[in-house]
């Protein structure tokens, strides 16, 4: 049997299903992007559900949009009692089924794990995550401390900061901020 990590090693996942539609056995799909083109002919899935640790592989035989989410149909699900089982798997794709992207775009999974360094090759630390703010993305990144503390570090991913940035490289050069360091205390 195979390890769960094997399982997902060159997959992403691309949403979760949160609940059945309608009676004919239907689910809700709701996406962890915006790339309309991912939904486009999506037939093999791997389902994961993180709660009860099961997976399973799955053919979708039709998906399509409804406002902010996509209504799929998994084969042989046929009703509403057999939908109920699939509430909460996250939907796992290769990622070479990925649209490519052009040099200045990227998948927020290509960012993670990497290395942020300001220009004077100072270590920022890791990124761990990425928020979405509406304005901007901005960059979760931990820096290891000592052996039992860590730091949590807020970046602006905007473009005037990033001084070096390739896919390829496993690290990102980022500006210093004048303003994040200042440790003095704001008296009003």
Not at 43 to 50: F, I, M
Not at 75 to 80: D, K, P, R
Not at 135 to 146: G, R, T, W
Request: aromatic fraction near 10%.
């Amino acid at each position: 049997m195979k390890r769960l990590e094997d399982l997902l090693k060159d997959k992403v996942a691309i949403g979760k299903i949160s609940n059945t539609h309608g009676l004919g056995g239907e689910l809700k799909l709701f996406p962890y992007t915006n790339e309309k083109k991912i939904f486009n002919n999506l037939t093999d899935v791997l389902l994961y559900n993180p709660k009860t640790k099961r997976f399973l592989y799955a053919k979708l035989d039709s998906i399509r949009k409804a406002d902010k989410i996509y209504i799929i149909s998994i084969s042989g699900v046929e009703n509403i009692s057999s939908a109920q089982r699939y509430k909460d798997f996250i939907v796992y794709i290769p990622k070479e089924k990925l649209p490519i992207l052009d040099n200045s775009e990227f998948y927020y999974f290509e960012l993670l794990e990497k290395e942020v360094l300001y220009e004077d090759g100072e270590s920022v630390g890791k990124i761990v995550d990425i928020l979405e703010t509406g304005a901007n993305e901005v960059l979760i990144i931990e820096k290891q401390i000592d052996r039992f503390n860590k730091e949590e570090i807020l970046y602006p991913l905007i473009k005037e900061n990033l001084i070096k940035f390739t896919k390829e490289d496993d690290n990102i050069v980022v500006k210093r901020l004048e303003w994040y360091e200042d440790d003095t205390e704001d008296r009003d």
